[in-house]
């Protein structure tokens, strides 16, 4: 059996003990493994959850991190400081300085908030699908195929060289933004951190690289909070006929109650302490 735990999300089941922030977090365990993805923005509230929802931090065998902001990576420190060291999975570009231009058009800085070599971790980062644990894998890089997702958060910025600080900043492409799939006997399961890389381009990654299974679940952020009329009935159409759709984190409020709607019987918050189990 596999079991899939929201842990740190914009919001928690009702009448709960459980935290939100800003964020994400999933948990993954399988009778092999137990894999974090993501780990919210301060780490209190991925540790408080943890503990509210009687899972022990030390049984974490493995981390992946989704791309490089703080609202997915800033939990990290303090988990390592608590369960010690862990093998991390992610993109090379996981720690290049990030910036939110803000409305004066000044950088706020939203980079992964410590230095990689401050962490007592082994890292595996790579451009190319891993395979995690049993049935755990992550996507890879994804292909930037469809034009509608290509436009990108426009106040998301880099240097244009990213070894100095003192060049012009560009739009971020954030080649880094990654997701996980699960292997379950219903299906795959398509775990999104963010998906700065949009939920089209990242089924069409996944089928290709498993044409011959099918889609079960896709859950976690969606980054379709301000996504255009157009690029929201593609998306819909590209998730018809999967059986459970979990909207979380950046998919924003207005368009979670659309999918919650035009999908009555797939779609669901998928909130802190929400809990799935699938066979393997």
């Known amino acids: 059996m596999t079991r899939i735990t929201c842990l740190v999300e914009n919001s928690v089941k009702l009448s709960s003990r459980l935290w939100g922030e800003h964020g994400m977090s999933i948990l993954i365990e399988t009778e092999h493994d137990t894999v974090l993805f993501d780990t919210g923005q301060s780490g209190d509230v991925l540790l408080h959850n943890l503990q509210e929802l009687q899972i022990d931090p030390q049984t974490i065998d493995k981390i992946i991190l989704s791309h490089g902001h703080y609202d997915h990576t800033g939990g990290l420190q303090k988990l390592l400081d608590r369960i010690g060291p862990r093998t991390i999975y992610g993109h090379p570009d996981l720690f290049h300085p990030r910036f939110s231009e803000r409305p004066d058009g000044s950088p706020k800085p939203v980079s992964v908030p410590f230095d990689k070599h401050a962490l007592d971790a082994t890292w595996r980062l790579s451009t190319e699908a891993l ?34 600080p ?7 492409p954030l080649k880094d933004d990654m997701s996980v799939v699960v292997k379950t006997e219903q299906g795959l399961v398509i775990l999104l ?24 679940a896709v859950m976690g952020g969606t980054h379709l909070a301000k996504a255009s009329e157009n690029r929201l009935t593609m998306t819909e159409n590209a998730l018809q006929g999967v ?29 802190v302490g929400t809990q799935l189990t699938f066979n393997n």
Do not use: W
């Open 131 to 164: 395979e995690v644990s049993n049935n755990i894998f992550t996507t890879g890089e994804i292909p930037r195929l469809e034009p509608l997702e290509n436009e990108g958060d426009e106040r998301l910025k880099v240097h244009q060289d990213l070894q100095n």
């Open 243 to 271: 059986p459970r759709i979990g909207l979380s984190h950046c998919t924003g409020p207005n368009v979670i109650a659309r999918f919650l709607c035009n999908f009555p019987e797939q779609a669901f918050v998928f909130q």
């Open 166 to 172: 003192n060049s012009p900043m560009i739009k971020d």
């Open 193 to 216: 951190g963010c998906c700065h890389a949009g939920v089209m381009n990242t089924l069409q990654q996944v089928r290709q690289q498993y044409p011959d299974e099918p889609i079960h």
